[in-house]
Each structure stands twice: as C-alpha cells, then as structure tokens.
C-alpha cells in the first residue's frame, strides 16, 4: 500500500496533469480552472502517490456551521483505495474541526456508483436526488 502525500493546492503543480477520471467531458485544464476557484473558498489539496498526481480536492465553509466539499479522483486511485479513503477520511475531519461544520454537503455525478459507494462509506447521506438540466450560455 503506497503512502498518500497531500500539498497545499497550488495551481502550477498541476502543470503536466492528465485528468482520466470518470467525469468524461472534463479534461486536465478543466479541473485546473474548477480546483484553482475552489481554492479560494477554502482548504484545498493535491494528492500524489508515487510522484504522480491522483487526485484534487477539499473543504470550504458556506454559511454558519455549513461547509462543502469536493474531489476528483483519477482512475489510478482505485489502486490505492485503503490509502485513499484513510487520507480524506483524515483531512476532512481535520478541515471539519478547522472549520467548525457541523453540517458538511457534497454534489455527486448521478451516473458514478463507484462515487456513491464512497460517499456512503464516508458517512455521507443522500437526502434527495435534485434532477437539474443543466443550461448553458456563451456571453
């Protein structure tokens, strides 16, 4: 079981990252832009494993003891799944207390079970399912 090492996010570590996780439609430059707006919110991390980058992610608060989270995970974290559930479980109870939350949301891709197996594992609790179109406009 490889060791997971987590740095502060920083957007140019991200220089020679290929994003292959299940989101298709979103590319390495996609997550870079998404990551680099998330990290002004909040506590936001790289995970490496073996000096390759296999994920981004973190937690921000939103109003009073509410906060969110969010993760992209590439395939490659399927073969280290021990470490890195232990990781996020780790660092979301610590960013929890830093922050204070005591109620934490995370969004989900509707068609990842993969992803809705491990927000179970991690406590999370799905109230509703939210159909949305999702509308776009190039202004």
Same mark, same amino acid.
């Given at each position: 079981?490889?060791?997971?090492?987590?740095?502060?996010? %920083?957007?140019?570590? +991200? @220089?020679?990252?290929?994003?292959?996780?299940? &989101? !298709? %439609?979103?590319?390495?430059?996609?997550?870079? &832009?998404?990551?680099?707006?998330?990290?002004?919110?909040?506590?936001?991390?790289?995970?490496?494993?073996?000096? !390759?980058?296999? =994920?981004?992610?973190?937690?921000?608060?939103?109003?009073?003891?509410? =906060?969110?989270?969010?993760?992209?995970?590439? !395939? &490659?974290?399927?073969?280290? #799944?021990?470490?890195?559930? !232990?990781?996020?479980?780790? #660092?979301?109870?610590?960013?929890? @207390?830093?922050?204070?939350?005591?109620? +934490?949301?995370?969004?989900?891709?509707? &068609?990842?079970?993969?992803?809705?197996?491990? +927000?179970?594992?991690?406590?999370?609790?799905?109230?509703?399912?939210?159909?949305?179109? +999702?509308? =776009?406009? #190039?202004?």
């Amino acid at each position: 079981m490889n060791k997971i090492n987590l740095v502060a996010f %920083d957007k140019s570590l +991200l @220089k020679d990252f290929v994003y292959n996780g299940i &989101e !298709k %439609d979103l590319c390495g430059e996609d997550i870079k &832009e998404i990551a680099g707006y998330y990290s002004t919110l909040g506590y936001s991390f790289i995970g490496y494993i073996d000096d !390759k980058v296999i =994920g981004v992610g973190g937690v921000y608060p939103l109003w009073g003891q509410w =906060g969110s989270c969010w993760l992209f995970l590439n !395939k &490659e974290a399927r073969d280290h #799944k021990v470490s890195v559930f !232990k990781t996020i479980v780790e #660092k979301m109870n610590e960013l929890i @207390k830093a922050y204070n939350i005591e109620i +934490l949301t995370v969004q989900c891709i509707d &068609e990842s079970m993969e992803a809705h197996r491990l +927000l179970g594992h991690l406590g999370f609790i799905k109230s509703r399912e939210v159909r949305m179109a +999702l509308y =776009g406009r #190039k202004i």
